[in-house]
Every structure is written in structure tokens, then in C-alpha cells.
């Protein structure tokens, strides 16, 4: 505990204690100029006098600088006698969990009848298995023989289901198209983040024909659209839908509805109507060539001229 005695080494350390304690930086200003006026008056005392300070009072000004070891605030390290305190702990707790058994040989004075050796280790007769196809061939077969029509024809879109994934986004959505006898409510979905809009859309149609909800869709995605609602479902009319290529996650809405387009009318093109001829008197047609022939040579005969 030397160093508690000098004076030096308390001067410093009571100012880096200032400086590393004080967020505002109003101490380090406050302190650097006495740093440094000190050491100008060191080093103006080193040229004055080349012997040694012993008698005299330490200069104060150039107390060696504090290398603190660690951060201030970030916590007190802790010794190598907390830490192997701790790693026994640990070992116990590890040691506590496993029962040892402690393995005697067989006395030869005691004697072990065959019927109790036989009921302790007796053999048992394990069955074995029958070889017969898996789950997944019986679920594939299954899904093989299934009738075309009441199969779901939304099956690729099953991909995107984000049930079991940790980047997922939870919609709730309306079905406007539904029967409203038979409306089982709102359909809620859970897609993955990566998918697009029109990915989501196959999704909910998957689920939609799913849950065996009336009337089937369109197996046609592109006459689907999603929108937004109002709290009660209502479709908001003053925003388009959704673009179809961006992807999902773009839009941070909880409840959307999905709306089938109708189909623009399909119009007959119209056909050409022709103008009604007029009947010409044959004697009429005949005079209107015969004068045009004559001014035609009329105007031969002026030209050779």
C-alpha cells in the first residue's frame, strides 16, 4: 500500500475518477488545463535545477497517468477464485444428476434357484415387425387415387404455409364471395414473409377450398385481388389492390379482403355496313361516257396543236 502515500498517484487517480464518472465531458475540460499548466512548470523546474528533489515537496503536476482495466460502468471483473467457485457449482449440480451403482461380485454362500433367475432375466420373446409401406407411400397413394374433381387444385401453393417457420405474418381475411348462409366467418391464414402477393392469394384460395367453404373458387388466380377492409370487413373501395409481383411483407395490414374482378363483357365486334346501291338507267350511264370520251379527245387534239 505504498502508493497510497504519494501524493502523486492520488492526484491522479482523484481526476481520472472526475473524468470517467462524468458523462457531460465538463470535468476533462475543467482538469486538462491544469494538466498541462503543470507540466509546464515541471518541465520549467527540470531547467532550473538538475539535482534531485529529496527535502522538498513532490511536484504534483506530473503524477503518472491511470490505465484503467476496464470500461467504466461496464461492471466489476470478476477473480479467478469467483470464477472456480462457480465451475465447481456447476460440476456438483452435474455430479448430483448421475446415480452411481456400486457392482458387488455374488456371494457363493447364497444360492439363486433356476425359477428366480428365470422370472429376474428371463428372455422375452420380441415380435417382429411386419414389413409393409411407410406413412408417406400410404399418404401419396392416397392422394394418387383421389378423384380430380374434389381434389384441391390449390395444392402448390400449401409451400408458402408459415405454421411451422419463424419469419411468418399472420392475416386475417374476408371472403366476399362466400354464401353468407353457409360463411363460416373470417378465414385466418399464416404465410411466409418471402411470398408475393399472388402466392398469398393461392394460399388462402388453398385453405378456402380446404375447409370444403361454398361456392369453389376459380382456379384462375389472376380474377383475385386483395384489398383493404375497415374493422368490420368492408372492403375500402378508395385504395386499389394490392399489386400481385410485391411480396407480402411490403404491407403491414392484419386484415385484408380478397375480391373477384368480374370479368369485362365480351362485346361482338360489329360488322361493316355497306352503302345501298342506287339503280342507274343503263341509257343515262351510256351518255356519261360517251361525253367523257369526247372531252377526253378534245383535250388530245389541243395538246398536239
Not at 502515500?5 to 482538469?31: A, K, M, N, Y
Not at 422375452?124 to 374433381?149: C, E, F, R, V
Not at 405474418?169 to 402477393?197: F, Q, R
Request: with cysteine; net charge positive; aromatic share 4%.
Amino acid at each position: 500500500m505504498s502508493t497510497v502515500d504519494d501524493p502523486q498517484f492520488l492526484l491522479r487517480h482523484l481526476r481520472t475518477c472526475f473524468i470517467t464518472s462524468d458523462d457531460s465531458g465538463l470535468c476533462e475540460q475543467l482538469v486538462e488545463p491544469d494538466l498541462i499548466r503543470d507540466d509546464q512548470r515541471k518541465r520549467s523546474n527540470s531547467r532550473l535545477s538538475s539535482n534531485s528533489h529529496s527535502g522538498s515537496e513532490p511536484d504534483l503536476g506530473v503524477s503518472p497517468d491511470i490505465q484503467p482495466e476496464m470500461d467504466h460502468g461496464s461492471g466489476r471483473i470478476r477473480s479467478n477464485t469467483a470464477m472456480r467457485i462457480d465451475k465447481l457449482k456447476q460440476e456438483k449440480m452435474q455430479r448430483s444428476k448421475v446415480k452411481s451403482i456400486k457392482w458387488k461380485q455374488n456371494d457363493s454362500n447364497i444360492q439363486i434357484d433356476e425359477d428366480t433367475l428365470e422370472e429376474m432375466f428371463g428372455r422375452k420373446q420380441i415380435k417382429p415387425k411386419k414389413a409393409g409401406p411407410s406413412a408417406l407411400t400410404t399418404l401419396l397413394k392416397i392422394s394418387q387415387s383421389m378423384d380430380p374433381k374434389t381434389a384441391n387444385p390449390f395444392e402448390e401453393y400449401i409451400k408458402f404455409n408459415g405454421e411451422n417457420h419463424v419469419n411468418k405474418k399472420h392475416i386475417a381475411i374476408y371472403m366476399t364471395m362466400e354464401d353468407k348462409t353457409t360463411s363460416k366467418g373470417v378465414l385466418p391464414i399464416t404465410v411466409l414473409t418471402t411470398a408475393s402477393v399472388e402466392q398469398t392469394i393461392g394460399l388462402i384460395c388453398w385453405k378456402y377450398t380446404r375447409e370444403g367453404r361454398k361456392p369453389p373458387l376459380n382456379k384462375d388466380l389472376k380474377l383475385y385481388s386483395l384489398h383493404m377492409t375497415e374493422d368490420d370487413g368492408e372492403v375500402d373501395q378508395d385504395f386499389p389492390a394490392l399489386a400481385h409481383k410485391e411480396p407480402i411483407s411490403k404491407f403491414g395490414f392484419v386484415r385484408l379482403a380478397l375480391v373477384m374482378q368480374t370479368p369485362p363483357p365480351t362485346s361482338t365486334p360489329a360488322k361493316p355496313q355497306l352503302r345501298p346501291t342506287r339503280s342507274v338507267d343503263p341509257n343515262v350511264l351510256m351518255r356519261q361516257r360517251r361525253a367523257t370520251a369526247t372531252a377526253l379527245d378534245r383535250n388530245t387534239q389541243l395538246v398536239t396543236m
